[in-house]
């Protein structure tokens, strides 16, 4: 049995390894097939994909974008787009400023706070990557304000806190316009963080396949088994594609391990068959 995980990041977003290690470890974990999905960017796809064919691991090249829904997280995973053209890299541009600004927002009212933590710290914190609030968050550890990555969002950073600034998101139609205009499949990620009962739930999936979803996320590290039945039922009830991934960040979420996840033996090749067959009747002309 070949397995899979289309849902896994690099440090070209907020996960600790390079894409070509990360690659290495879906090799070692026993994979076949990877989608690497970093946050609202593509800079580490090539790597990635080039770091498969030597190792003879299939590299999916995915994103992963975060869209605006009150109430939730809304994470839309985009499998199998068309990154090399660059008109994907030039819409996220617009989030990366939005990034990049917000940051020294954040540092500047922490140092209202009294707090003296420095951007230049945070930015050699985070290696090179995107930079946020994690990274802002060891910052604060290592300075001696917070006991904890939990306590330093607890106190300061996480939603209302005083060191809260609202982020720049995309509307959900927008976000799914964007990977379809990438030649992408458009999956809603790890459902259970828009925080919905099973009936809203339904009639939300409804309104974003109208708007181009093509698939949803059954299987997920921390999906519950009645959370994984229920989408698996929404995914026949719907007509909608089957997708999972572990969401593994390396380092930085260390519970999750590449190849390992409790539904793994779910994960198999034959998911990526049905993408792939999709993708090609969606698209004529595919890349
Ligand atoms: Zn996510
Ligand atoms: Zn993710």
């Given at each position: ?119 230049a710290r945070v930015e ?107 989408y698996l039922k929404l ?53």
């Amino acid at each position: 049995m070949k397995y899979i995980d289309l849902h896994v990041h690099s440090n070209a977003s907020d996960g600790s390894y390079a894409p070509a290690e990360v690659v290495r470890q879906a090799k070692e974990g026993g994979l076949a097939a990877m989608a690497l999905t970093d946050h609202d960017t593509v800079d580490g796809l090539a790597e990635a994909v080039a770091a498969g064919q030597r190792l003879g691991v299939e590299v999916i090249p995915g994103v992963e974008i975060s869209a605006r829904f009150p109430g939730g997280t809304m994470h839309i995973v985009g499998l199998f787009i068309e990154y090399h053209d660059g008109l994907l890299d030039a819409r996220l541009a617009v989030l990366k400023q939005a990034r990049n600004d917000r940051n020294p927002q954040i540092i500047k009212k922490l140092n209202d706070l009294g707090i003296a933590i420095t951007m230049a710290r945070v930015e050699e914190i985070s290696g090179g990557g995107q930079v946020g609030r994690p990274h802002i968050a060891r910052a604060l550890l290592e300075a001696g304000y917070v006991s904890s990555i939990q306590e330093a969002f607890d106190k300061y950073l996480g939603f209302q806190r005083p060191g809260y600034v609202s982020k720049f998101r995309f509307p959900p139609a927008e976000a799914l316009a964007m990977i379809k205009e990438a030649k992408g499949i458009p999956v809603l990620a790890h459902p259970f963080t828009l925080n919905l009962a099973a009936i809203p739930l339904k009639n939300l999936i409804i309104e974003l396949k109208a708007q181009g979803l093509a698939g949803l996320e059954v299987f997920y590290s921390e999906h519950t088994p009645e959370q994984e039945a229920l989408y698996l039922k929404l995914t026949r009830e719907l007509d909608l594609l089957v997708s999972g991934g572990s969401d593994y960040h390396g380092q930085n979420k260390p519970e999750i391990t590449l190849g390992s996840m409790a539904s793994q033996k779910k994960l198999t090749y034959d998911l990526v068959e049905a993408l792939k067959a999709w993708r090609g009747r969606a698209y004529s002309a595919t890349s």
